[in-house]
């Protein structure tokens, strides 16, 4: 098994019609969620990202553009890192081109979310944090992957209580 570099990014890509590019992971853990993952052997930020959407997504890069990002104590599949369990996030914000070819190993259900069902699905995520929804019910309906709560609030693309958002934060730990 791998062990955690410690280091994810993230990519959030937005269409013209202001819907953003989503997948329910195929993977632990659960959740809808934009293309990320480890910096790895990828050297930079910027490299990781453009990788992962290929990867995830089939679709290019071509532009980025740093929108937040810090350290989360969320955990993932591989063995803890030298800092423990949890990732330095660098976030951007993605123009891409190409034509949508998802990976059946990582994403499932990838389809482009207007903002007010991205608030349904963030709400889904505080009513699982809250205990209104089962383990079992949220893997089934998944809402918004609890680590990108924090990510998809600072960018004002959704809009969470900070208590609300301190409960799903528990969910990432």
Known sequence: MKTCDN??????????QSRYLMFDRATFPPGTAPAAGHIDDHGTAENAGRAEVEEELGLTVTGLTHVTGSWRDNPCRRLPGARGTGHDWTVYQATVTGDLTPSA????????????ALQELADRTVAYAQGRITDAEFEAAPGIEAVWMQWLANIAAIRINPDDLLRVDQLTR
Do not use: Y
């Open 105 to 116: 190993r990582e994403t499932k259900n990838v389809r482009w979310i207007a903002p007010d």
């Open 7 to 16: 280091t994810s990014v993230g990519i959030v890509i937005t269409d013209h």
